[in-house]
């Protein structure tokens, strides 16, 4: 395993109450990243990071936010949860971009009721 | 903006059978990783393709990049029920952000 959890595993939240979604890695990785899992689409890169209090948008980016005030945790907030944000997000994280792979964390299941 | 195109999304095979899954590009790039996901679980890394040409094996399965044709195919060689899950290739372009196909969910069949 390469280090990386994610917190919650499962939650189940209203509508207009703002989440908050942890990936923690122990391995010092530069690069995170969150994505976003639903049927038919794949996956789509919801934020990233370069570095601490380095990060950058993906193309699904409307009603998140992220921060990274440690090189080991990159967190994901939804700032008021719409039933549309239901979804499973998976955390990933990279080594370098010189060919490294992802690393994927074991996904949050997050449900907006 | 980049485009990935994965066929067949869905690919029910019967054990023994040989089949290709393709991985179809819009933008130039050197660099390919396929995934595999079963139910329920996370993603797991099965090869990363660096280079036109770069052929990758491990079992059953074998993957090749060919970054002229803009196409990497996922090759599966005597099916067996264990490779049942859905599997994903992932295109990362030069200086810019990876992006993933939807999918090939393939279920072996005894």
């Known amino acids: 395993d390469a280090g990386i959890t994610q917190s919650p595993r499962h939650k189940v939240t209203e509508t207009g109450t703002p989440v908050t979604l942890r990936c923690h890695q122990t391995e010092n990785h530069r690069y995170m990243y969150w994505y976003r899992q639903d049927p038919g689409h794949g996956l789509r890169l919801i934020h990233y990071s370069y570095g601490v209090k380095d990060t950058d948008k993906g193309e699904v980016s409307d009603g998140y936010s992220v921060s990274r005030s440690k090189t080991e945790d990159f967190l994901l907030t939804l700032e008021s949860a719409t039933s549309s944000q239901t979804s499973v997000y998976f955390c990933a994280i990279r080594l370098s971009l010189d060919g490294d792979g992802y690393t994927f964390g074991s996904g949050t299941r997050l449900t907006v009721v | 903006e980049l485009k990935v195109e994965q066929n067949p999304l869905f690919l029910s095979m019967q054990e023994g059978k040989n089949y290709t899954i393709y991985c179809n590009y819009s933008?130039?790039?050197?660099?390919l990783y396929w995934y595999r996901q079963d139910p329920g679980k996370s993603l797991e890394s099965l090869f990363v393709?660096?280079?036109?040409?770069a052929v990758k094996q491990e079992g059953r399965l074998m993957a090749s990049l060919d970054t002229k044709a803009r196409l990497s195919t996922l090759h599966i060689t005597a099916a067996v029920h264990d490779l049942s899950a859905t599997y994903f290739c992932a295109v990362v372009p030069h200086a810019g952000k990876s992006t993933f196909g939807d999918g090939t969910t393939l279920t072996v069949k005894p």
């Open positions: 393709l660096l280079s036109n040409g």
């Open positions: 933008t130039t790039s050197d660099r």
